[in-house]
């Protein structure tokens, strides 16, 4: 064993038995490291959570465990509200703890399950079902309990002081292997997911389950005014009885489609105020992501938030100007998470340089508006790579890490390249990238990608303040109609829910900028429904083309070549229901469900040789 693997196992037995020797991010680096040197390293298929009995099995979360847009400050805050006008609405406290997904059949308790990356969780039954809380309920739930597992201050206190902060203590009693400890964490619910669809259709009636079966509940208020929302965070006590990280704001009515979001439209996470320290700068580094170079500062170590930091990034040099080393900085943790240089208490004029190319591509920089110093250059292969990154999270790409991503950098393969590599017939093209076969099932995953959304594809472009998430903000439309929007008026664009004047503005010089590329990439992916705006003399009515679903296998084409081959003349549907206009089939008597229901429906049957004369 090497003296990294005898580092990192050391480190690792010491979390899983509640000691955090290290932070995450410093246990990653490590991980990263070895994964360099050595991929195949025995380590690699234990710590990391593979072969851990009871604790470390992962399975795929039967119901979103998403993430919250965040407010930093009251600004940000009341920016938010102003933007989401609720008709009724709670506010909970937001614990800090470690979350956790309770999974209930016919009202028993049968398995728990960590949040893991919100897609993916680890099995925790064998520790999280010793806490407190009720195992079977009176009503015949079937389906989930979302929760955090938490230790209240005064038991860490007493219990666990030798461990950084309550929450980094309480997510290693949980992956003990013995259990230990578990007898101190508290758990405290506030979600429930009905199968059944009918607890889960306001959080009203969701807390009121969750108090009528027993169990602790986040500390909640409906309807409660924006003054008041602030004064209860202005008052909040991260460091109190209760570890708390600010408080969340949803409907009271709930979007079963927003809640299953990875981040949702119409929630959000206040945040805390922020806790600061004094500290010197000494060294100046620079990182770039996509496309942006941002300075890194390295400092005195100083404590926050429980944690030990030593450096922290400066996200708008416009204020950073005065910085130099041996600078006194004023430093915090946004979201008690990230540090940042917030202040510079003795700056110097003209002290700080700004590089003045892209250490990438050799492009020159420049400073945005924003403050963020930026490369504009749409080819350079750093920002390349950060848009193979966006799809392949997007698409959730497996076996597409950093070395794979770098060497797609290296070889400057554009996102065009690749998809075209994709969409051949080479299996093992890819395996040039991946340095083994894993190439091959990149290549499989990427062929296999179902139809996706208008935002989903529009998202890849990895546009400033441009994500998924924002398209989604003018529906669920199709990429036609979200091209057709951007040569509206700026007003017209402006007329969406949560779209301002600067959105409005880079949504419209985003279809100006990458109308070539989006004609070029869009042929390389099905979508979800697909229909043409047609303008008529009437003034621009909006036509759906007629809808088709398919049954049984088409000689020749795959499903998703057949789906493609209809874009531009059908609206393709999964499913057969009373408004769909034709169903082609290979056998007209087979007997199908389909045919069935499209018989009963009066449903227009045709054979896939007449759906391939049509097109």
Known sequence: MTELEEKIKNYANAYYQGEELISDAEYDALIVQLKKENPNSEILKGVTGTDIKGVSKKYKLPHCMNTLDKCADEKAFKTWWEKHPLKHWMTSLKIDGNSQLLLFKNGKLVQCLSRGDGVEGEDTTINVSKINFPKELKKPLNGGIRGEVYLKRSVWEKHFKGTKNPRNAAAGVVKRLDGKGMEYLSFCAYEVFDDDGAIDKTEQSKFAFLESEGFDVAPHEFDLPFDKIVEWKNNLQPNGEIPCDGLVIKPNDVDKVDTERQVPLNMCAFKPNLQMAVTTAHEIEWSMKGRYLSPVVIIDPVELEGTTVERASMSNVNIMQGIYVGAQVMVSKRGLIIPKIEKILNPKPNAFQIPAVCPACGEPLIVNDSGMVECKNESCPRKMAHRFRKMFKTFSIKYTGDKFIQNLEDEGVTIEDFLKMCKGNDKKVLNK???????????????????????????????????????????????????????????????????????????????????????????????????????????????????????????????????????????????????????????????????????????????????????
């Not at 091959?440 to 996706?452: A, C, L, S």
């Not at 056998?587 to 009066?602: M, V």
């Open 433 to 615: 990238y991946s340095g083994n076969s894993n190439g091959e099932k990149v290549y499989e995953q990427m062929r296999n990608i179902g139809p996706i959304t208008a935002a989903q594809f529009l998202a890849i472009f990895d546009a400033p303040m441009l994500d998924e998430k924002r398209f989604l903000l003018f529906g669920n439309k199709t990429l036609d109609e979200l091209i057709f929007l951007s040569c509206k008026s700026k007003e017209e664009i402006m007329k969406f829910k949560g779209i301002g004047e600067e959105i409005a503005d880079l949504y419209i010089d985003f279809f100006n900028k990458n109308s070539k590329e989006i004609i070029a990439l869009r042929q390389y992916f099905t979508f979800e429904s697909v229909y043409t705006i047609i303008e008529e003399n009437d003034g621009g009515k909006k036509m759906s083309m007629p809808t088709i679903c398919f049954t049984g296998a088409c000689p020749g084409f795959t499903r998703s070549e057949l789906t493609e081959k209809c874009q531009g003349k059908y609206d393709v549907k999964d499913s057969v229901t009373k408004d769909l206009d034709y169903l082609a089939c290979a056998d007209p008597n087979s007997g199908s469900s389909k045919l069935q229901k499209a018989a009963k429906n009066g449903t227009k049957i045709i054979s896939y040789t007449e759906l391939l004369q049509s097109l």
